[in-house]
């Protein structure tokens, strides 16, 4: 499983996807451009010593990205959290090979990124609420998707 930040805006949510990612056991990649400058010294800042336990993939466009998927993760479906969907992620069935796409916090993404997934799923949330924070996000939707396909990490009884 893999989670995907589309040209993210806010540099502490790539941190915390890090941290989010590193924790789970699951990939991160990131659709460039970002709304701030991304470095690989960026990068590892952000991470904190989260850094080495991840696993990033920086992709530097949308068509990169999809070049990448099309060579690598063929069989793997796009899922894209968006507020303009009709099916709760709840009610969806994940799968371990999926892509978990997540908008820029700013905009969400573009019609050709909507087009390209293979599902489109919402969190529900309370009438009159506009979205929930991303990385907020990632971590419902990661949680969800681990727990159907039995890809928690094992407790370890000795922590």
Partial sequence: MRLVLFQPDIPQ???SAIRLS???GVELDIIEPCGFPLSDKAVK???MDYGDAARVTRHDSWAKFTAW???TSQGSRVILFTTK???PYCDFAFTLDDILLMGRESAGVPDEVHAYADARLFIPMQPGMRSI??????AMALGEALRQTQGFAKANADT
């Fill in 22 to 24: 590193a924790c789970l």
């Fill in 85 to 87: 969907s009709a099916q």
């Fill in 133 to 138: 924070n991303v990385i907020n996000s990632a």
């Fill in 69 to 71: 998927r099309d060579q």
């Fill in 13 to 15: 949510n790539l941190g």
């Fill in 45 to 47: 800042r952000t991470a």
